[in-house]
């Protein structure tokens, strides 16, 4: 029996040998198990943030802009009520201009720019994201990246805690010369949410922590990129779209067809020679030298002529050739199911945008199912009017975000 004793305790022999090779490969990438050094390869780093990528949404440069003071900020609101009143600045506001890639009207890729203003809190604090595309400009000195001003809103709201985003939008910026795809909801759309992806990219990059809030907010034309940008995050499955927590929208042509038929009657009221021949859902018919009068006139209510930008204005064609199905499908940014608030504001005496188009996309949504989720507001102001609504709005706009927002 004695003899066989040796025999029975190798095998407990050879499982401590094994069992300490076990825990010198668990710990060989600290140190080596006889005090070498560990030759093998190392273990790849975990991404510090989210990968640039290839193609649309990608980061392509950064440019610092100017650091505006909160005091400098504030007096620039006290001489000029044209845009926002009655906020306080909190903190001075870091800018720069951002380069990326996004998408022309014909799909193409194309090399775009915005604006991201930063406010300037204590190391560690973490903002709210708040991305605003500015209403109808005509000239590219006032595209966001061209134009960073004390009074500007995105300026503005950066001073009160968000990190703000503003888009140039195609044709503005560093993608002047390529025609601004003028409400065409794809291209559009891709501006705000291309910008979305790179910015969190130069975010990452930089240190500049936010708080994973997302709000969405826009005027006139602001308006309709606003809601063709939620829109396409919510039908894409965009990784953006668990961070949205609302749009806010003023006095947008979110129903296209609603909109030029407006202004297809200011042309009938403002030149009843040219108006008499004009009779609503016949424009094709119209011979080819009436049609091309109309056409300009209304492109004189859209565009003035001393813009220095081109504009893409297909979605004229469509009007003109009584294409409602082609203005739906291509620009119309109202018929849709929102899952997250939509905050709808408008003047019903505005001359620029009918009201009607907020009111149409009142009633669509709510038929598709979106209940209390979507609401509309009047601006109250008298007169009133496009133009004058602009800091009622922006008013609102606080008001909404300010109820949700964390961290400012």
Not at 64 to 78: E, F, H, S, V, W
Not at 339 to 367: G, N
Request: proline share 8%; net charge neutral; charged share 20%.
């Amino acid at each position: 029996m004695s003899a066989s004793l040796p025999a029975l305790r190798q095998p407990s022999i050879l499982l401590r040998a094994l069992r300490a090779a076990a825990s010198c490969a668990v710990v060989a990438a600290l140190a080596a198990c006889g005090g070498g050094r560990d030759e093998g390869p190392e273990r790849p780093e975990p991404p510090a943030g989210p990968v640039n990528p290839d193609g649309r949404g990608s980061l392509k440069a950064s440019t610092p802009l100017a650091t505006i003071a909160a005091a400098d900020i504030a007096a620039a609101l006290a001489l000029d009520n044209t845009r926002v009143q009655g906020v306080v600045p909190r903190y001075a506001v870091a800018s720069w201009r951002l380069e990326y890639t996004t998408l022309d009207a014909d799909g193409r890729e194309v090399r775009a720019s915005g604006l991201v203003s930063v406010p300037q809190k204590p190391p560690g604090s973490a903002s709210p994201v708040l991305s605003y595309q500015h209403g109808t400009i005509f000239r590219d000195a006032e595209a966001p990246s061209n134009n960073v001003q004390p009074n500007e809103v995105a300026v503005v709201l950066a001073s009160l805690g968000f990190v703000v985003l503003a888009p140039d939008y195609v044709g503005f910026g560093v993608s002047r010369g390529t025609p601004h795809p003028y409400l065409q909801a794809t291209p559009s759309a891709a501006a705000v949410n291309d910008f979305l992806t790179a910015s969190e990219v130069w975010r990452a990059r930089n240190q500049v922590a936010d708080n994973g809030q997302l709000f969405l907010s826009g005027y006139s034309e602001g308006g309709y990129v606003t809601m063709a940008a939620h829109r396409e995050l919510q039908a894409s499955g965009s990784p953006h779209l668990a961070r949205l927590r609302m749009s806010v929208v003023g006095a947008g042509p979110y129903d296209v067809q609603t909109t030029l038929d407006g202004l297809i009657d200011l042309v009938r009221d403002e030149q009843p020679v040219l108006g008499a021949l004009i009779n609503p859902g016949f424009l094709r018919y119209l011979g080819g030298s009436v049609q091309r009068e109309v056409r300009r006139a209304v492109l004189r209510g859209l565009i003035p002529d001393d813009a220095d930008v081109a504009y893409d204005t297909r979605f004229l064609d469509d009007f003109f050739a009584d294409d409602t199905r082609a203005i739906l499908q291509k620009s119309s940014v109202y018929d849709w199911r929102p899952q997250v608030p939509v905050f709808l504001f408008h003047s019903p005496r505005d001359k620029t945008v009918p009201y009607a188009s907020s009111v149409r996309t009142l009633e669509a949504m709510r038929q598709r199912g979106a209940g209390e989720l979507v609401s509309l507001s009047d601006c109250r102001l008298v007169p009133g009017g496009h133009i004058p609504c602009v800091p009622p709005f922006v008013a609102f706009l606080l008001e909404q975000v300010g109820a949700v927002a964390q961290g400012l």
